[in-house]
């Protein structure tokens, strides 16, 4: 399908990419099961190896079924590509790989995915990158923190736990300034709810293992460019703008303008790194994706019934959920995702700790697991689990203090979710 910017969303999310097979007239997209692909000629063959050509050569590069994923998730985010890697920590590194060099750093936000904050603290820094985290509701301090070793600025469109939205115009802007590029996690949000691109990125990163599969699947990630980040404009990244030795001196900007990113992270990243998704994975996830709009919004509705229903209650502490009137983000998460704040959040019980565990355990519908997005309800009691690590002060400044659990807000029926919480708070408060 030609991408006629008129088409709306849910069009989009269906066809963006996808066209009847030209072999077969397969209506749906098959899976290209297929390590490599037959040449034309010796000619063809060494034009895709220069990058003459573009064409599918080996599948740890580029596969017929990824590719019309990548296609349908940069349509669905307004950007100009996008390459899929095994996981959404994949994407990660493949976004800031040909951005980062050793003694480089990333300023990034506080408040990420607790995998994020590992990976970014301890595992990067054996590339000799680092990453700076501070407060990003203190602008001051994310301008602070920008140096001359900075090569971007890293955030979460809504963050987990607390139901933090970024004022991603305000750090857009910063960015800007800096002439760096702004990175953003839209994995809890999504594009339905979320469009980054709109409020100054420069790259969106997922975990389609979450809600753009949304079935609890597949792990998986992607990296989004916007094609609007003039890599040249200064000496800062010389992967982009500079002669690539081991493509005979090639430019990747130069050649390839705004999809210079996209033909790097394929050409380069998934080349020497690998991280490649699986055209079986791909295929979940364009399944999942189909009906992307219809899930997040009654992951939407459900979220806001339920996190009204908890806040209403005496045995309940508070709900940290940015779609509450009462919540220090609903302004903010109604400029930044009008459709909606999603459908994560986390909840205090009074009775702490033990009446945490017995809440998981008393639990019928939600599933106690470290996952989200997806269909089905989730919760996780992070102090005792995925945060348990860590001191009781690293476990307040986390959201994730011992009386507080974190749920993932599936698409049953809110009122069957409702009766689950009560009966099990019951039991976990008596
Ligand atoms: C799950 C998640 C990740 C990591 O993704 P994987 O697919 O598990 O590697 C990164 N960011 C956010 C916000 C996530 O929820």
């Known amino acids: 399908m030609s991408d006629t910017p008129s088409y709306g969303f849910d069009t989009l999310q269906i066809h ?10 397969a209506r749906q997209t098959p899976i290209y ?7 034309r000629d010796a000619d063809h063959a060494a034009a895709l190896f220069n990058l003459q050509e573009v064409g599918f050569i080996y599948s740890r590069l580029t ?5 019309v994923l990548q296609e349908r998730i940069a349509t669905l985010e307004g950007g100009v590509g996008a390459v899929c890697c095994s996981s959404g920590h994949a994407a990660q590194i493949m976004a800031l790989f040909p951005l980062m060099a050793p003694g480089r750093n990333v300023v990034a936000s506080t408040r990420l995915y607790g995998g994020t ?3 970014f603290t301890q595992t990067i820094k054996r590339f000799g990158w680092s990453a700076k985290l501070v407060d990003f509701d203190d602008l001051d301090a994310v301008k602070a923190a920008i140096d001359d070793d900075t090569r971007a600025i890293f955030c979460e469109s809504i963050a987990n736990p607390g139901g933090y939205v970024t004022d991603l115009d305000a750090i857009g802007a910063i960015a800007q300034g800096a002439g760096l590029p702004m990175i953003v996690d839209n994995t ?3 594009p339905y709810l979320c469009r980054p691109f709109e409020h100054g990125a420069t790259l969106v990163v997922h975990s389609t293992t979450k809600y753009l599969t949304g079935n609890g699947t597949v792990t998986g990630g992607v990296v989004v460019d916007s094609g609007n980040f003039d890599w040249s404009a200064s000496d800062k990244f010389p992967s982009l703008s500079q002669p690539e030795p081991a493509y005979h001196g090639l430019k990747f900007h130069e050649t390839f303008g705004p999809l210079a990113f996209t033909f790097h992270g394929i050409a380069v990243g998934l080349r020497d790194l690998g991280m490649t998704m699986n055209p079986q994975g791909a295929h979940y996830t364009l399944m999942g994706i189909e009906t992307l709009s219809l899930r997040m919004a009654r992951h939407v509705e459900n979220a806001k019934k339920v996190a009204a229903w908890l806040e209403a209650d005496p045995r309940i502490e508070k709900v940290t959920y940015a779609g509450l009137p009462s919540s220090p983000y609903y302004e903010r998460g ?4 009008p459709k909606g704040a999603g459908g994560l959040f986390t909840f205090g019980v009074k009775g702490g700790y033990d009446a945490c565990v017995k809440l998981v355990n008393a639990l019928e ?9 997806d269909t089905r309800s989730l919760i996780i009691h992070s102090a005792s689990t995925t945060h348990r690590q860590l001191t009781p002060e690293q476990q307040e400044a986390a959201g994730a203090g011992p009386s507080m659990v974190r749920v993932s807000i599936g698409i049953e029926d809110a009122d069957d979710l409702i009766a689950d919480l009560d009966q099990a708070l019951a039991k976990a408060t008596a």
């Open 16 to 25: 963006a990419g996808a066209q009847p097979d030209p072999a077969t007239g």
């Open 334 to 337: 109604k400029k930044i995702c």
């Open 33 to 39: 099961q297929t390590t490599a692909y037959v040449f």
């Open 63 to 67: 596969n017929p079924t990824v590719a």
């Open 188 to 190: 809890s949000a999504t």
């Open 117 to 119: 904050l590992t990976q």
């Open 365 to 373: 519908i939600f599933s106690h697991v470290a996952n989200l997005g």
